[in-house]
């Protein structure tokens, strides 16, 4: 296929944790709020002349330093991200809106506000309790968090509009960009999709690293040359699989898989599309901001949620996107050392596997992939237990 306009431009973008656009906004005045987890929510972060950015740590080397102050068992995202803050890669950052949700990226965190290593004069930390149950106490106790640790001292310290018409204003913000995303998402669902699961992941992670005012344009650009985009006459990948799991900060993970034969054609890991650019509804129902944290608190399928319910809601949710997106099987990856999915990737691997009867590949990763030989070969053999498995079938 013909290579999409902007897909250069976003991969440079990729390669640095403060790039162009975050430069280019800085340069105009604007707020850049560092973030770490999806548990707080985006448009809280996107307020007033505020534009969230979510710390990454491209073309990571070596770990000595994060690894001197967070010890080699702690998890390989932490670590790098620590080196890279201690290397001066986040001095754009005006705070760090961080959650009470892994031990270890608190960790990190914490050693970025201990150590200094963001000298701008505005810069703060902030920590806030969030869910590990979805009801209603779970979601007053939400609300009160994210009011008084995120709300609160953008207010005082940053000078932020946080009234109900600027929360309004940046939904509104959020959904043109989740809007785009899922309708550029919706192709990956032909038969031969005319974007590739690589494609899709750059321009999904682009929008967690760069201003929603200037990444929306790309997006509409993007879309109406995909309307006319012809894919290649000859399908070149052998299996259709959904990459579920911890996070996927480096689109590098999904150009291997899809070198190896399998595409990409939906995605469940933080960073990612699902659920993470699904649509705020807002009603009149209730407060904004309580609406904002339901939608997160409801639709949130990370493994942090330990309730039965929640534990199930997330392999039916996985289940509703390999069948929508006609998905051959699922591929469960997880960053080493991460609590939360280790234990996921075990259990649901096993369950979907199991009761589902999925094919499912189980993989424990490094923060950095690569041209990881050993996984690719995974992948390989993966897609070739696919196509025995659809031979089988059809010679019965």
């Known amino acids: 296929m013909k290579d999409l306009i902007h897909i250069y431009e976003l991969e440079k973008l990729l390669q640095d944790s403060c790039n162009d656009a975050v430069r280019q906004a800085k340069a ?11 548990m707080i929510p985006e448009p809280l972060l996107n307020l007033d ?3 969230s950015v979510r710390l990454r740590a491209p073309r990571t080397g070596s770990m000595e330093m994060g690894t001197y102050y967070m010890t080699s068992i702690m998890c390989e995202c932490a670590r790098a991200l620590l080196e890279r803050a201690i290397e001066g890669g986040y001095g ?12 270890q990226m608190n960790r990190c965190v914490e050693n970025i506000d201990k150590l200094k290593l963001c000298d701008n004069e505005h810069f703060f930390v902030t920590y806030s309790d969030v869910p590990m149950k979805s009801d209603e106490t779970a979601l007053r106790h939400y609300v009160r968090q994210m009011r008084q640790y995120v709300l609160e001292p953008l207010q005082q310290r940053l000078g932020i509009d946080v009234s ?9 913000k959020q959904n043109a960009v989740n809007r785009l995303i899922m309708e550029i998402g919706e192709y990956r669902k032909e038969s031969r999709p005319r974007i590739t699961g690589y494609e899709f992941a750059v321009l999904c992670l682009s929008t967690f690293v760069c201003p929603k005012e200037y990444i929306i344009p790309i997006l509409e650009e993007t879309l109406e040359e995909l309307k006319t985009r012809e894919p290649d006459e000859k399908n070149p990948y052998r299996a259709r699989v959904v990459m579920v799991g911890s996070e996927i900060d480096d689109p590098d993970l999904i150009r291997l898989t899809e070198e190896a034969g399998a595409q990409v054609v939906a995605d469940c ?3 990612g599309s699902f659920p993470e650019r699904t649509e705020i509804k807002l009603t009149d129902k209730e407060d904004i901001l309580t609406q904002i944290c339901r939608h997160y608190m409801e639709q949130g399928q990370c493994p942090r949620f330990m309730n039965t319910e929640k534990i199930k809601e997330r392999q039916t949710y996985v289940d509703e996107l390999a069948r929508e997106y006609s998905a051959d099987g699922i591929i469960y990856q997880q960053i080493k050392f991460c609590d939360y999915w280790g234990y996921e990737r075990a259990h649901a691997g096993q369950v979907m596997r199991e009761q589902y009867g999925y094919p499912v590949l189980s993989v424990d990763r490094p923060y950095v992939v690569g041209n990881s030989g050993q996984l690719r070969t995974r992948v390989q053999a993966f897609v070739e237990s696919i196509e025995i498995k659809k031979l089988n079938r059809k010679g019965k």
Do not use: T
């Open 28 to 38: 105009e005045g604007q707020y850049a709020i560092g973030s770490v987890c999806a």
């Open 49 to 51: 002349n505020c534009f």
């Open 92 to 103: 754009h950052l005006d705070c760090i809106i961080a959650p009470d949700a892994c031990a």
């Open 164 to 172: 109900d018409d600027a929360l309004k204003r940046a939904v509104d």
């Open 269 to 271: 890991y933080c960073m």
